[in-house]
């Protein structure tokens, strides 16, 4: 553990601009938060967590206190009294980017006495002091292995008026223990491992989320049914390498049971996973894909590289001919399966042939999207110290061809899609220009984002709720998304009410909670049932 730093350390900038002094007494307002996530899953699943202590100890979202709301900045404070940011390590310029934000909070905190700033997440687990140090007006600074303090940290720090730094060097409570604001009401994350027993070169995270622990398959689907029991019907599972499941516990093909497992929970419509590793990806995950009917056609399967020689440098224990095979294997088991991917261009050493193996792997894997970024070194990690970096003008140039490429592949498998029919679980805030379009926006089956046009004469009642179902045939495939017209022309158009629509409706206060006698109803039996081979 870290102690905070000496009291001469947090000298302030600026009159109140340091660690918040106790809030003088006024009438019982509610003490407001607002959680900024930056980064993966992972960090968006932990703000849940963040979010859910703060509210056990009485604080209040932000944007449930319309007064509080209004007082918000361009600094992205929300009005709120509390702002967490749960920051991100992986990108070069997270730093850049974190201190840039804890700037513009320091001229609100100023004028808004007893506001307290706090930063947790793998930046916070690699920076430690130095957060304060640099931005001393910071309140709280915890880490990775120890979100569960937050509200203590808060408390001590206003009642001390002087920062607390608080980072455990190993997991202190299994994060999935805690309680939980979930960010949707219609899907839920839930973490099946923490942490990453990989050694890639590249990659600050094992260093920063320890080594990986896996939880009892039990708790998982314990979880699971919690979950659907409170309106959710989709569900992601979450780990840094989700099919070395199990190895912890001495049962490699955990993971395969468990998603065999995820499909006997009633009402769980939905299953997806991220992220597997194509080392450790195996057959008997395939093949519970393809057989279990709720686990959705769609995989996100990392490549970084087409080159043998620079997966080699990155330490992915796969080559190229191994990805391709799985893909192979995939979408023989799954024909309608969109698989994504992540793809690293500019790791040191990297040449115009290693390059141009990338762009073939590409071209031959046919990703529906890929995220693709240019190589930043992290500090701490071994390919930062390579004296062989390449020169940022290359990476730029390389990127744009590589975005290039992907994009056309993207736009044509999109194109392919035009005719088929899909259902769509509708989402809240995906489309930002659902308003002027009378669109709505969700996902399909396959995880393609869809905007989907609604009937003309549609009375308002009969409108979708986020959570709700809707089916309707694509009429458009763009680069990024497809467009369901088909409504407009009275061709293809269902819509299906679900639980979790009216768990949506329910939180946006637009429909009471079920009135219920006793104790409340289990999320429903894990029954067992035959699977089913996906067509």
């Given at each position: 553990?870290?102690?905070?730093?000496?009291?001469?350390?947090?000298?302030?900038?600026?009159?109140a601009?340091?660690?918040?002094?106790?809030?003088?007494?006024a009438?019982?307002?509610?003490?407001?938060?607002l959680?900024?996530?930056?980064?993966?899953?992972?960090?968006?699943?932990?703000?849940?967590?963040?979010?859910?202590?703060?509210?056990?100890?009485?604080?209040?979202p932000?944007?449930?206190?319309?007064e509080?709301?209004a007082?918000?900045?361009?600094?992205?404070?929300?009005?709120?009294?509390?702002?967490?940011?749960?920051t991100?390590?992986?990108?070069?310029?997270?730093?850049?980017?974190?201190?840039?934000?804890?700037?513009?909070?320091?001229?609100?905190?100023?004028?808004?006495?007893?506001?307290?700033?706090?930063?947790?997440?793998?930046?916070?687990?690699?920076?430690r002091?130095?957060?304060?140090?640099?931005?001393?007006w910071?309140?709280?600074?915890?880490?990775?292995?120890?979100?569960d303090?937050?509200?203590a940290?808060?408390?001590?720090?206003?009642h001390?008026?002087?920062?607390?730094?608080?980072?455990?060097?190993?997991?202190?409570?299994?994060?999935?223990?805690l309680p939980?604001r979930?960010?949707?009401?219609?899907?839920?994350?839930?973490?099946?491992?923490?942490?990453?027993?990989?050694?890639?070169?590249?990659?600050?995270?094992?260093?920063?989320?320890?080594?990986e622990?896996?939880?009892?398959?039990g708790?998982?689907?314990?979880?699971?049914g919690?979950?659907?029991?409170?309106?959710?019907i989709?569900?992601?599972?979450?780990?840094?390498?989700?099919?070395?499941?199990?190895?912890?516990?001495?049962?490699?093909?955990a993971?395969?049971?468990?998603?065999?497992a995820?499909?006997?929970?009633?009402?769980?419509?939905?299953?997806?996973?991220?992220?597997?590793?194509?080392?450790?990806?195996?057959?008997?995950v395939?093949?519970?894909?393809?057989?279990?009917?709720?686990?959705?056609?769609?995989?996100?399967?990392?490549?970084?590289?087409?080159?043998?020689?620079?997966?080699?440098?990155?330490?992915?224990?796969?080559?190229s001919?191994?990805?391709?095979?799985i893909?192979?294997?995939?979408r023989?088991?799954?024909?309608?399966?969109?698989?994504t991917?992540?793809?690293?261009?500019?790791f040191?050493?990297?040449?115009?042939?290693?390059f141009?193996?990338?762009?073939?792997?590409?071209?031959?894997?046919?990703f529906?999207?890929?995220f693709?970024?240019?190589?930043s070194?992290?500090?701490?990690?071994?390919?930062?110290?390579?004296?062989?970096?390449?020169p940022?003008?290359?990476?730029?140039?390389?990127?744009?061809?590589?975005?290039?490429l992907?994009?056309?592949?993207?736009?044509?498998?999109?194109?392919?899609?035009?005719?088929?029919?899909?259902?769509?679980?509708?989402?809240?805030?995906?489309?930002?220009?659902?308003g002027?379009?009378?669109r709505?926006t969700?996902?399909?089956?396959?995880?393609?984002?869809?905007?989907?046009?609604?009937?003309?004469?549609?009375a308002?009642?009969?409108?979708?709720?986020?959570?709700?179902?809707?089916?309707?045939?694509?009429?458009?495939?763009?680069?990024?998304?497809?467009?369901?017209?088909?409504?407009?022309?009275?061709?293809?158009?269902?819509?299906?009410?679900t639980?979790?629509?009216?768990?949506?409706a329910?939180?946006?206060?637009?429909?009471?909670?079920?009135?219920?006698h006793?104790?409340?109803?289990?999320?429903?039996?894990?029954?067992?049932?035959?699977?089913?081979?996906?067509?």
């Amino acid at each position: 553990m870290t102690a905070a730093p000496p009291a001469h350390a947090l000298t302030p900038p600026g009159p109140a601009a340091g660690p918040a002094a106790p809030a003088p007494a006024a009438a019982a307002a509610p003490r407001t938060y607002l959680v900024r996530t930056l980064g993966c899953q992972m960090n968006v699943h932990d703000s849940e967590r963040l979010a859910g202590m703060l509210e056990e100890r009485g604080y209040v979202p932000v944007a449930e206190v319309p007064e509080a709301a209004a007082r918000a900045t361009d600094a992205g404070d929300g009005g709120a009294d509390v702002v967490i940011i749960n920051t991100c390590s992986v990108r070069e310029n997270a730093a850049t980017r974190l201190f840039g934000n804890l700037g513009q909070l320091a001229s609100v905190k100023r004028g808004r006495p007893g506001m307290q700033i706090a930063v947790g997440g793998c930046l916070a687990q690699q920076m430690r002091t130095g957060i304060v140090e640099k931005a001393p007006w910071v309140d709280v600074v915890l880490g990775t292995h120890n979100l569960d303090v937050l509200p203590a940290l808060l408390e001590r720090a206003r009642h001390n008026a002087e920062a607390q730094v608080e980072i455990e060097e190993s997991l202190k409570v299994f994060p999935s223990t805690l309680p939980t604001r979930r960010e949707s009401a219609y899907a839920a994350w839930v973490s099946i491992s923490v942490g990453c027993n990989n050694t890639c070169t590249f990659c600050i995270v094992p260093h920063l989320r320890g080594k990986e622990r896996d939880r009892r398959p039990g708790e998982v689907l314990a979880e699971v049914g919690a979950v659907v029991g409170q309106g959710a019907i989709e569900v992601t599972l979450l780990g840094q390498n989700v099919n070395s499941y199990g190895v912890g516990f001495g049962d490699r093909g955990a993971f395969a049971k468990l998603l065999r497992a995820t499909g006997r929970i009633e009402g769980l419509e939905r299953v997806r996973f991220t992220s597997p590793h194509p080392a450790a990806f195996t057959d008997d995950v395939i093949a519970a894909m393809a057989e279990t009917t709720n686990v959705m056609p769609s995989l996100h399967m990392p490549l970084q590289s087409g080159s043998d020689a620079v997966l080699r440098a990155m330490r992915r224990s796969y080559r190229s001919d191994r990805f391709l095979g799985i893909l192979d294997r995939v979408r023989a088991a799954i024909p309608d399966a969109a698989i994504t991917t992540d793809i690293i261009v500019g790791f040191p050493g990297e040449t115009e042939e290693d390059f141009q193996a990338t762009l073939d792997v590409v071209a031959a894997s046919r990703f529906s999207s890929a995220f693709t970024f240019q190589y930043s070194p992290r500090p701490g990690t071994p390919a930062a110290d390579r004296d062989d970096q390449v020169p940022a003008d290359v990476v730029t140039e390389r990127y744009q061809r590589l975005a290039a490429l992907q994009q056309r592949i993207s736009t044509e498998e999109n194109e392919a899609q035009v005719g088929r029919t899909v259902e769509v679980l509708v989402a809240e805030g995906e489309g930002r220009k659902d308003g002027a379009t009378h669109r709505v926006t969700g996902r399909a089956a396959d995880n393609r984002l869809v905007h989907v046009a609604l009937p003309v004469d549609l009375a308002e009642a009969d409108r979708p709720r986020p959570g709700d179902m809707l089916t309707a045939t694509v009429t458009h495939g763009a680069p990024h998304h497809l467009v369901a017209d088909s409504a407009l022309a009275g061709g293809t158009y269902a819509m299906r009410r679900t639980r979790a629509g009216d768990a949506w409706a329910r939180r946006a206060g637009l429909a009471e909670e079920p009135h219920g006698h006793g104790e409340p109803a289990p999320a429903g039996p894990v029954s067992l049932g035959i699977p089913v081979r996906r067509r």
